[in-house]
């Protein structure tokens, strides 16, 4: 056995990972370090090495088969293409309207192409490069080779409807470059990308497709919050981890692919939300259509949604109503979009309207561990008194039923996300020597799995739950689970004279200070330093809306900045008096 | 209620993780710390919600281990495979090691798994990765032998045996031993299987001297098997056992004795009882002077002073001619007394009270003062309490009557152990009580 011999693999061993081949009395290549015997031959991989074997392999039709093997030629930005039309039909399918995907998605991605001067104008990063590599080339011709994707008839556009990319050919022009590209990465450009920085650039990502849903569906005011976007992804209902796996198997991805698009975090609001401020600026897009009362993003219809989420009497909503309007959140100025205002700025309007509910809550209850609890004893006396009356609405039945629920659902919430299967059937790899060895470690998971799911308890995946804008049903299917909807405030609020008193007289602010450096956070959130019902509610809504805690409380704080202006303009008088709630 | 809000604010400020740290003590569990630990990132990056993922599902593998909750496990253990496609490579190539464990664990408990399903876990985890496949092959065959399945086990090591591997690390090679001595083991049981047969032979029966030959051919494949482990420093019970078993078997006494005290002495090799006592054994077997036979219990004594043979070294040592081996053998019986499990041992205390007698008649008493005095303050209440006189009596009369001897000796007439069982009117006992007042009279070091 000859060592010399064995240079010219350069795979790893599937056994023991090292590149040392060795080759056997048959030819055969055996792995110097674990002994392991491929039942590979020397003469097949042997040929690029030997230069006078060129010719014959060629006749062989060796090369044809290596070119078939590397696929389709593309680009990174074709990539992001194919992952955004399938998000655009998974929301179709979800009931969000056709116009989102075309013509709003279509050219908001057009325009970002344009931006990124990558197609649609006159000299696309591409051709730059290639004009460079071949200066005899005609520039002419530029328009139409260079990424052809959004020429209709070609690849999976977002404009026509069919969606998959099959029968493209390879543009014959690129065959020199792709070469060289393809040995660090499956698509052409896949080494350039990654390396391409400039100024005022915003570069698509993964998270960043997701951006670009959020602003098609803000665009068009569809019933569809960010939160729930993110759900839908988490849940997924919408292809974001691992969304390469749809990709025609003529796309190959390795290298600095795998950079690109494989995803090991989940979307998280705050980030997404930061996206769509930073592409919808880049993008120079224009002011967004405005978001009046009969839409579904205007904190008065929002509010609504959370109260009947979280259980909730309706009677509160003429409470958040007002709240709004006192704290200005209803005006169409403050809640569309501008990306191109003087400060660019969106409402988190989801966010936003679970604090209002937050913030009449604490109007109602105080929230200081103490008032809550003796204002559910006047309901629950109330009650037993005026069993023929509409009941009144009882903070501590409520707290019992909605902890119940709440700590049920985090918990299946935290079983599924410790299950979530992150890698995908097709894997990634960092070189083509690597592939062998990628896909073997695959082999052996998915062998394992199915040994593993026999011996389980239930069958997996019985049923993925059908997405839904609701995550709690409390319209008496689950027995037990009482509703709270038709409940009154009548025991919380006192007439007098012709108007209406919260009971409770005090209020306290989550926030006494804010913070006014440059680290961008408006204030902290130290979940010992408030009472218990403030938590539980943080919690409950910052579940609902897959948020961190302190991003509500936020929130909250300043809704009450805007609310007790006042208060916070002159540090030294003590908040809040009581408020009047006229009806 | 402005007020109220100020306190709920105040501590705020002045709230710094490390002033709570300090006030909630060491020893401590605490949550918040815990929390915050796994949040701080690793290498400077955020962590991934892949590491979130499998951390997640590693607890819940944990928890349902815990509670005995096998299906649900292997559930989370689907899930829990893919961190070997991890991309942090460190991660990635830890973890067949940490999915063997899970895995054989759940396996081994699961009510629907078999021989069969653990055979094909363990195959296919042998071979993700060469550093595990010793490992695996040896926990592979310890699961075959519980199972009863013994020609497995031995396919199975003969194939760890001869497994290929590149430039063998130290650790490596130690485990080719440990998978060879395995071997010999399951040879040596074989062995003494047909030694039992052999004996149940007569000796001039044709098939004796063929089943003999048969023997003779093992034991020397066994002796391969055994020697290379039992020369690495480490604790070899079962394996020097069956071997010198074997050796001796065969007349080899010099090699026996060579691969005992080698095991017994050598100071690479962990401090291990064990050794001394198979030296010893063999030493009474080939009759060995009484001197040496003391000088290796000397250092069992050192290592175990509790150890059941040293009664037998205590009778070594009051035959002894020397009278500091005498000295010591009174220092051993007060030695083994004070361990509470050997608190109502008759013989031990039987010995002692004959020895204290026999010591004081020969004017020695010295000693036992010397012995006594470490024990005066807590002997009285760990043996001779009232309590103790009440049960003994009640459980064991001999024991009682040994005990209230040495405590007249030790404590004096006045001490309670002895009132209470001399008090106790019986029939059988009054003429040895009587002797025994005489006794305490006559010997207490109380007062000489």
Redesign the interface.
């Known amino acids: 056995m000859d060592r010399e011999e064995a240079k010219e693999l350069r795979e790893r061993c599937a056994?023991?990972?090292?590149v040392s081949w060795g080759l056997t009395d048959e030819g055969k290549y055996y792995?110097?370090?674990?002994?392991n015997v491929t039942d590979r031959s020397k003469e097949v991989l042997n040929i690029e090495a030997i230069p006078n074997a060129k010719k014959q392999a060629i006749n062989r039709g060796l090369k044809v088969r290596k070119k078939h093997e590397r696929g389709w030629d593309w680009y990174v930005c074709e990539g992001f293409q194919h992952i955004l039309c399938q998000q655009a039909e998974a929301l179709k399918a979800l009931g969000v309207g056709p116009e989102v995907k075309s013509p709003v998605l279509h050219n908001l991605w057009k325009r970002y192409l344009q931006k990124s001067q990558q197609a649609y104008c006159e000299n696309p990063v591409h051709a730059r490069k290639r004009k460079a590599a071949a200066p005899g080339s005609p520039s002419a011709s530029d328009w139409e080779s260079e990424p052809a994707l959004l020429s209709e008839a070609s690849g999976p556009s977002l404009g026509d409807s069919g969606a998959d990319g099959r029968g493209r050919p390879s543009p014959p022009g690129r065959a020199s470059q792709s070469e060289m590209a393809s040995v660090c990465s499956g698509s052409l450009d896949g080494v350039e990308y990654s390396l391409r920085k400039e100024k005022g650039l915003v570069k698509m990502t993964v998270p960043a497709t997701l951006a670009l849903c959020g602003l098609a569906l803000l665009w068009q005011r569809e019933a569809l919050a960010l939160s729930d976007l993110l759900r839908f992804v988490e849940e997924g209902h919408i292809p974001y981890v691992n969304a390469f796996e749809h990709f025609p198997e003529e796309m190959k991805l390795y290298g600095r692919d795998k950079g690109i698009f494989?995803i090991?975090?989940?979307p998280s609001y705050e980030d997404i939300h930061r996206k769509m401020i930073e592409v919808a600026t880049f993008l120079d897009l224009p002011r967004f259509p405005a978001i009046t009362e009969d839409c579904y993003l205007h904190p008065n219809i929002l509010c609504w949604k959370y109260l009947m989420e979280v259980n909730l009497p309706d009677e509160m909503h003429d409470l958040t109503r007002q709240v709004v309007q006192m704290a200005g959140l209803g005006e169409a100025d403050f809640l569309t979009f501008d990306p191109i205002g003087t400060r660019a700025r969106a409402v988190k309007y989801d966010v936003q309207a679970a604090a209002i509910i937050v913030v009449v809550l604490k109007l109602l209850f105080l929230l200081?561990d103490r008032a809550e609890w003796s204002l559910s004893e006047i309901a629950e006396t109330y009650n037993e008194e005026n069993r023929e009356d509409k009941p009144c609405f009882d903070f501590r039945k409520w707290y019992h039923v909605m902890k119940k629920s709440f700590d049920e659902k985090k918990q299946k919430w935290?079983?599924a996300?410790?299950?979530?299967?992150?890698?995908s059937d097709k894997?990634l790899y960092h070189s083509p020597i690597d592939r062998s060895v990628a896909h073997k470690?695959?082999e052996?998971?998915v062998?394992?799995?199915k040994?593993?799911?026999?011996?389980?308890?239930?069958v997996?995946t019985a049923a993925k739950h059908s997405p839904s804008s609701f995550q709690f049903s409390w319209a008496g299917e689950v027995p037990g689970a009482a509703c709270f909807h038709g409940h009154g405030l009548q025991g919380i609020l006192s007439r007098k004279g012709r108007s209406l008193r919260t009971r409770n007289?005090?209020?306290?602010?989550s926030t006494?200070r804010f913070c006014r450096s440059y680290c961008k956070h408006v204030t902290?959130y130290?979940e010992s330093?408030?009472?218990l019902s403030y938590q539980f509610i943080m919690n409950l809504f910052s579940f609902l809306l897959r948020i961190k805690t302190y991003f509500l409380h936020e929130e909250v704080s300043l809704i009450e900045k805007r609310l007790f202006k006042t208060k916070y303009s002159k540090p030294k008088t003590?908040?809040?008096r009581s408020r009047k709630v006229r009806k | 209620?402005?007020d109220?809000?100020?306190d709920?604010?105040r501590?705020?400020k002045e709230?710094d993780p490390a002033g709570r740290s300090v006030r909630s003590g060491s020893g401590m569990r605490l949550p918040w710390l815990q929390k915050h630990v796994e949040s701080v990132p690793t290498r400077g990056k955020?962590e991934?919600?892949?590491a979130?993922?499998t951390s997640?599902?590693l607890s819940?593998i944990q928890d349902a281990l815990l509670k005995h909750q096998?299906?649900?496990a292997?559930?989370?253990?689907?899930?829990y495979?893919?961190t070997?496609?991890d991309?942090d490579s460190q991660k990635r190539q830890a973890a067949p090691e940490m999915?063997w464990k899970l895995?054989s664990e759940?396996?081994y408990y699961?009510p629907?798994?078999s021989v069969e399903?653990f055979n094909?876990?363990a195959d296919?985890m042998k071979?993700?990765?060469?550093m595990n496949y010793l490992t695996i092959s040896l926990q592979h065959t310890l699961y075959l032998l519980h199972h009863g399945l013994l020609d497995d086990a031995s396919r199975n090591l003969s194939q760890a045996e001869t497994w290929?591997?590149?430039?063998k690390s130290s650790s490596q090679e130690a485990l080719i031993n440990l998978v060879q001595a395995y071997k010999g083991l399951l040879q040596y049981y074989t062995w003494s299987k047909k030694k039992k047969e052999l004996s149940e032979l007569d000796e001039d029966d044709y098939a004796y001297s063929t089943a003999s030959q048969n023997m003779f051919s093992h034991s020397w494949k066994t002796s391969i098997n055994f020697s290379a482990l039992i020369q690495t420093p480490g604790v070899w019970d079962p394996f020097v056992k069956s071997y010198v078993e074997m050796l001796e078997f065969y007349g080899d006494q010099d090699g026996a004795r060579e691969v005992l005290t080698n095991y017994a002495y050598d100071e690479k090799f962990p401090s291990n009882p064990n050794a001394h006592v198979y030296l010893y054994n063999f030493l009474k077997r080939e009759k060995a002077p009484r001197e040496k036979l003391i000088s290796v219990l000397k250092i069992l004594y050192q290592i175990v002073p509790s150890h059941k043979l040293m009664l037998e070294f205590h009778r070594l040592l009051r035959k002894s001619d020397q009278e500091e081996h005498r000295r010591l053998g009174l220092e051993v019986l007060f030695g083994v007394l004070d361990f509470a499990g050997c608190a109502k041992n008759v013989t031990a205390w039987q010995c002692l009270a004959k020895y204290l007698r026999q010591i004081l008649m020969r004017s020695h008493p010295a000693w036992i003062q010397e012995e006594w005095n470490s024990r005066k303050s807590w002997w009285p209440g760990f043996h001779f309490s009232s309590f103790w006189a009440k049960s003994d009596w009640k459980e064991d009369r001999a024991l009682a009557y040994e005990k209230a001897f040495v405590a007249g000796i030790l404590l004096g007439k006045g001490c309670k152990y002895f009132r209470y069982i001399s008090k106790q009117d019986h029939q059988v006992l009054r003429k040895k009580f009587k002797r025994m007042k005489k006794l305490v009279k006559k010997h207490s070091i109380v007062n000489p």
């Open positions: 056994q023991c990972a090292a792995c110097t370090s674990c002994h494989a090991e975090a989940w200081d935290e079983e996300r410790a299950k979530f299967m992150w890698k894997p470690r695959r052996m998971v062998n394992l799995q040994q593993f799911s026999t011996l389980a308890d239930s997996p007289a005090l209020y306290w602010l006494q902290t130290e330093n408030f009472s003590k908040p809040s | 209620m402005s109220f809000s100020e709920l604010l501590p705020t709230d955020k991934k919600d892949f979130q993922t997640a599902c819940f096998w299906q649900r292997a559930e989370y253990m689907h899930s495979l893919q070997l496609e991309s999915i895995g759940i396996l699961h629907k798994s399903t094909a876990f296919r071979n993700i990765g060469v290929r591997y590149g430039e």
